[in-house]
Structures are given as structure tokens and as C-alpha cells.
């Protein structure tokens, strides 16, 4: 008993100090296409959020497979205050295309599957705690318009 108690102990003093830790599983499934890439960047403040993705914590991409969802994570993640964001990259250039109103023409999404209004969404709406070993989450990709022409 009393080494349950120091493990518990140790296992706080982890958390506490930032040693611990943990991974958040993203699912996506509702692509409007199976073409390209998705992109997705981890933000610890709101500088740079959604579309700084090189101001982000952490960044990852993978491939649209044939299947209905599409699974990533993000590894070894400090306990804390995060918001995701990521976008559809149908033409796999590597950036998201937008129209002449600063609209994007490719698939946007964040945590919380906040949404912006008359603008992307705020970073305060897409916050959410890492603060145990595993954080799973389905997030929705908005198309706003149909898909870019093929280059």
C-alpha cells in the first residue's frame, strides 16, 4: 500500500513538472475527396493561429488513403493548453488555396471543430487540455467551396 502511494506521488510530481508525456489521436472522416494530403499543426498559443503553420509546437501530414477515415497523432506532448488546426490538401501543394475574399477553396478544420465567423475560427474556441496519457478526438473538415481545378 504504501508504494501505491509513493508510485501515485512520483506519477503526480510527472505530470506537474511537464515530464509526463502523452499523445492525441486525431480521426477524420468526412473528406469531400480521397486526393492529397492533410495537414495538421499543434498551436501552444493563439500566435499564429490556424494558418501560421510555421509558428506552430508541432506540425504532421500524411496521405489520404482509400479509406472512409483518416488517422493521425501527435506523440510525446507535454501536459498543457493546445489547439489544432488543419486543412485538406487536395492538390498537394502544400499550402491551402484561397479565393479572391481570403476564403479558402480547400477543406479547413480546428479542435473543438470551432468555426470562425466572417473569418477563421479563434484560437480561445479551439482550446483543450492535454493532461492525461491519451487525448482522442474527431475533428470535421468545412469546405466553404468546390473543389480547385485539377493543375
Do not use: W
Not at 468526412?30 to 498551436?43: A, D, E, T, V
Not at 477553396?105 to 466572417?118: D, I, P, V, W, Y
Not at 473569418?119 to 470535421?140: I, R, S
Request: one cysteine or more; proline letters at 6%; a positive charge.
Amino acid at each position: 500500500m504504501r508504494y501505491l502511494f509513493i508510485i501515485g506521488c512520483l506519477t503526480g510530481l510527472l505530470k506537474l513538472s511537464g515530464f509526463a508525456q502523452s499523445k492525441i489521436n486525431i480521426e477524420v472522416n468526412n473528406l469531400r475527396s480521397k486526393q492529397g494530403m492533410l495537414y495538421f499543426s499543434l498551436f501552444k498559443s493563439g500566435d499564429g493561429f490556424p494558418s501560421e503553420y510555421e509558428k506552430a509546437f508541432k506540425r504532421g501530414k500524411i496521405e489520404i488513403d482509400k479509406s472512409d477515415v483518416v488517422k493521425f497523432s501527435f506523440d510525446n506532448i507535454p501536459a498543457g493548453t493546445y489547439a489544432i488546426s488543419l486543412f485538406h490538401d487536395e492538390d498537394n501543394d502544400g499550402k491551402v488555396k484561397m479565393n479572391k475574399m481570403k476564403m479558402p477553396l480547400e477543406g479547413t478544420g480546428a479542435s473543438n471543430n470551432a468555426r470562425g465567423k466572417m473569418g477563421p475560427p479563434k484560437y480561445n474556441d479551439a482550446l483543450f487540455e492535454v493532461d492525461k496519457t491519451e487525448v482522442n478526438m474527431k475533428l470535421k473538415v468545412s469546405y466553404y467551396n468546390p473543389p480547385p481545378p485539377k493543375s
